[in-house]
């Protein structure tokens, strides 16, 4: 009785087409079986024979069951594996293990794909990647632009790349078995990697004919990203270009570092330069961005002088699209949480108790209160708290004689100061257009953030606007002019222990789980007057208003058929 195989091994075949699964031969290989050859004997039944001596299950298909033994007649016996490397090497089998089951398939002869790449003008571009999109078998071009591969047969679609040219597919590539099939590819350069203008100094120039350590990227690193800082969608999106935040307030501007530790005993920030001047990225639109350059090494100094030193961030805006007047808008609205909220201890018995340990074991002494008469602390009230929490009682406020108040509570501080979740919406337009005479683009954005405080919410908007153009006033001289205008406003509610911002600091010092916000008659606890209140009351605060006004107005000559040219500008903020 022969059985046909159904189960699919997902396995790799050595060249001898046997494969132990385990990295080790099985014992049940290692047996020695008996044999009976005739004229009948077919591999299906040879299979049956070898599953009553062995103990293995092999699976197989009806074309690999009918084939007959041929030239094999008689009763051999043999040991297990090196028939069955001797069954795949004469039969042209794929023989794998998968602990005690054997699957036998049969291999078919491989075809092969050729071609040749080149670029535009027939030139070959060699080391271009050649990838078989549904096995993901891949290769490369030699230096003459050719490649081959052998896969099996099948239908393909093959993928061509090559660092600064279009990614190019050619679909349904038919291969048969032992045979060739030719397949060439003609690829495209386009604006981008090495063939991409990067901007470097006082001109510009390719990626790919660039000698000094300049690193680029371009307006993707800023699409569809809603951030309130252009610095926050930089951090990380260039290689050895350090942004350092002193806190994640939406306008706090940064410092920019270019490879690490600048000098001895003194610091050194990176030159940013926006659009050629001078300029705190925090003001810009992100979305207003076309590329940024980093100018890394000393050659930088030779433009910049010593401002250079320390290498020299270049950001540029877009450029007017010239051609049909196009509009466009984005809009983005998300829901914002806090990342990574740290543990806190909100069990007031847990917490009590490790604070009556560590006051004893530093001052040898039994505590009287907790921070300096922030709240009142006893042996006898600690007990009364364990009482409490093993009653299931809800908060109270218990009236000593003496007329203090004594809390029974679990605070969780953190949650009264953060809210879960926040909106945050951002929407931007843009309108640019043009022709060899004259180009505009004008651009507008809005953002606005509501804060992740619960009280008194830090509340951040900001408006952005930009014009620029340019006028080809003769075949000579081209003028242009650049303008921006920003507004950012930030309310930032402060601790009622004075304006500093660290809030958290005031909870950890202050405020105790044990602790509420409120007394009874509606007051705040010592805990609560001195962190949360002036939240709550909304009366310490400070509102950061932001407005930046830049315009930029020049001019590009060129004479003796553009080989003496004269640009200049003047910049008024």
């Known amino acids: 009785m022969s059985r046909f195989m159904f189960l699919l091994v997902l396995s790799l075949c050595t060249t001898t087409g046997v494969l132990m699964a385990s990295g080790v031969m099985s014992q049940n290989l290692r047996k020695i079986v008996t044999l009976d050859y005739n004229s009948q004997t077919t591999l299906g039944s040879l299979f049956q024979q070898l599953e009553q001596q062995s103990g293995l299950r092999f699976y197989y298909d009806k074309a690999v069951s009918e084939v007959p033994t041929a030239g094999l007649t008689g009763r051999k016996r043999t040991d297990l594996s090196g028939l069955l490397k001797d069954l795949a090497n004469r039969y042209n089998l794929n023989i794998q293990q998968n602990g005690n089951i054997i699957a036998v398939t049969r291999r078919q002869q491989p075809g092969r794909i050729t071609g040749r790449v080149t670029d535009e003008k027939d030139e070959p571009l060699p080391g271009a990647g050649i990838r078989l999109v549904e096995s993901g078998y891949s290769t490369s071009t030699d230096a003459n632009g050719n490649f081959s591969m052998e896969t099996q047969p099948g239908t393909y679609t093959v993928e061509v790349r090559y660092i600064s040219y279009q990614t190019q597919q050619k679909k349904a590539v038919k291969v048969e078995a032992a045979r060739a099939v030719t397949v060439n590819f003609t690829l495209v350069a386009e604006s981008g990697e090495l063939n991409e203008v990067v901007v470097v100094g006082y001109g510009t120039q390719r990626k790919v004919n660039l000698t000094g350590a300049v690193e680029a990227v371009g307006s993707e690193v800023f699409e569809n990203r809603s951030t309130s800082n252009t610095t926050q969608a930089l951090q990380g999106a260039i290689p050895n270009l350090n942004i350092s935040l002193e806190d994640g307030k939406p306008a706090r501007s940064a410092s920019f570092n270019v490879r690490g530790q600048t000098s001895i005993g003194q610091g050194g920030s990176a030159l940013v330069l926006i659009d050629g001047v001078e300029g705190d990225p925090s003001f810009l639109n992100p979305n207003d961005i076309e590329s940024v350059s980093v100018l890394k090494d000393a050659a930088s100094a030779a433009i910049y002088g010593s401002r250079g030193a320390f290498g020299v961030v270049l950001i540029t805006t877009k450029r007017p699209n010239k051609g049909k007047t196009t509009v466009n808008y984005t809009g983005n609205y998300s829901m914002r949480s806090p990342a990574m909220v740290p543990e806190f201890v909100t069990d007031a018995v847990t917490w009590v108790e490790h604070f009556r340990d560590s006051y004893y074991n530093r001052q040898q002494t039994m505590p009287t209160s907790i921070n300096n008469d922030t709240q009142y602390y006893s042996d006898e009230w600690l007990e009364r708290l364990r009482a409490w929490k093993a009653s299931g009682e809800g908060p109270k406020t218990e009236i000593l004689p003496n007329g203090d108040y004594e809390y029974y ?60 153009g340019s006028l080809q006033a003769y075949k000579w001289l081209k003028l242009n002019n650049n303008m921006e205008f920003s507004n950012n406003n930030y309310h930032m509610p402060y601790s009622a222990q004075g304006r500093s911002a660290n809030i958290q600091r005031y909870i950890e010092v202050n405020a105790f789980p044990s602790l509420p916000m409120y007394n009874p008659d509606g007051t705040y606890t010592r805990g609560g007057a001195a962190t949360l209140g002036a939240f709550a009351d909304g009366n310490n605060y400070q509102d950061n208003k932001r407005n930046l006004f830049r315009n930029t107005v020049g001019f590009n000559t060129n004479f003796f058929r553009n080989t003496f040219r004269v640009n200049g500008d003047f910049t008024y903020r």
């Open 409 to 468: 509570s679990n605070t969780d501080w953190m949650d009264l100061l953060f809210k879960d979740r926040t909106l945050t919406q951002d929407h931007n337009l843009a309108i640019s257009g043009g022709n060899e005479k004259s180009d505009f683009y004008v651009s507008g954005r809005f953002y606005d953030f509501n804060g992740i405080y619960n009280f008194d919410p830090d509340t951040y908007h900001s408006y952005n606007l930009r014009a620029k």
